[in-house]
């Protein structure tokens, strides 16, 4: 099992930035692929990063040259984090952290509780 801690959300004008965290504890070993994904208010979750080891990284293209993610392990712990850099007001959104691990026998999905991120114009 795995437990996602996200942080760093708030507020930023057009044109700033903002770091997200993401810290996954329990079963990292087995962590398959982390990532990003926002929710607009009346528009539908959508992916905005991924990271695998094996794969490398990926983006929507409406953050492509903008963000970037990257993902530091340790000891017990594994940590994304997505830096947005020329933030626009369609960024608004409140965001979450996503990983995939291999758990008794099956691949399973784990999100974190969200963090809400406000881009003003």
């Known amino acids: 099992q795995l437990q996602l801690v996200e942080s760093g959300g708030g507020l930023a004008q057009a044109g700033g930035s903002l770091r997200l965290s993401c810290a996954a504890s329990?079963?990292?070993?087995?962590?398959?692929?982390m990532g990003w994904y926002r929710q607009a208010p009346g528009k539908q979750r959508e992916l905005v990063a991924t990271?695998?080891?094996?794969?490398?990284?990926?983006?929507a293209d409406s953050v492509k040259d903008r963000f970037t993610i990257s993902r530091d392990n340790a000891k017990n712990t594994v940590t994304v984090y997505l830096q947005m850099n020329s933030l626009k007001p369609e960024d608004t959104a409140l965001y979450y952290c996503?990983?995939?691990?291999?758990?008794?026998?099956?691949?399973?999905?784990?999100w974190g509780q969200g963090t809400q991120v406000t881009v003003s114009s």
């Open positions: 990271i695998t080891s094996s794969t490398g990284t990926t983006y």
């Open positions: 329990g079963s990292i070993l087995s962590i398959n692929t």
């Open positions: 996503h990983a995939i691990n291999w758990y008794a026998g099956t691949w399973m999905n784990y």
